[in-house]
């Protein structure tokens, strides 16, 4: 008896170790799998804000349809973007500077949040529609060939993190 006994020492130890290994393990997947759905959160938020500002410049331009022309040249730059020349909340506008008020306010809401915006033509069609990009993190709102770029052509790039938006 005595020899079987002294077999057995420190079996319960090592059974205590590959138990807490094992929970490690498991403890290691739960935090693998709680920092994705924080980074899926993170996106969608992204994205609902992104939407949310898409459909703001988009009932914008609704609102002041004569003014595309102007809406489409404020975005096409930053430094268009970023100022305006008259208060339009305090003041009569014009078509264009009712434009300019407009990209300035969403442009500026947008850059609080770290996105960026542009209005492009639709790639793919011929019937004059206009797309507004929203775009956040590494990519900027534009249409090219980089990896940088929401879309290439009719093709929207994966690795990219925007919104795009068609509007008439």
């Given amino acids: 008896m005595k020899i079987i006994m002294s ?3 420190g079996v319960g130890l090592i059974e205590i170790l590959v138990a807490l290994l094992v929970l490690a393990i498991g403890i290691l997947g739960f935090v693998a799998l709680q920092y994705r759905a924080v980074e899926a959160t993170s996106e969608a938020i992204n994205r609902v804000q992104a939407i949310n500002i898409a459909r703001d410049l988009a009932e914008r331009i609704r609102a002041n349809r004569d003014g595309l022309a102007a809406y489409k040249a404020q975005t096409a730059t930053a430094a268009n973007q970023v100022a305006y020349n008259t208060n339009c909340m ?4 014009s078509t264009a500077d009712l434009a300019d008020f407009d990209v300035s306010q969403v442009t500026g809401k947008a850059a609080d949040l770290g ?21 956040w993190g590494d990519t900027s709102a534009t249409d090219g060939t980089g990896s940088g770029d929401c879309t290439n052509g009719t093709s929207y790039n994966p690795s990219s993190t925007c919104v795009i938006m068609e509007t008439y």
């Fill in 90 to 93: 305090t003041n009569a506008c």
């Fill in 115 to 135: 996105m960026t915006v542009n209005i492009l033509s639709c790639a793919g069609n011929n019937d004059g529609r206009n797309c507004l990009y929203v775009a």
């Fill in 7 to 9: 077999s057995q020492k």
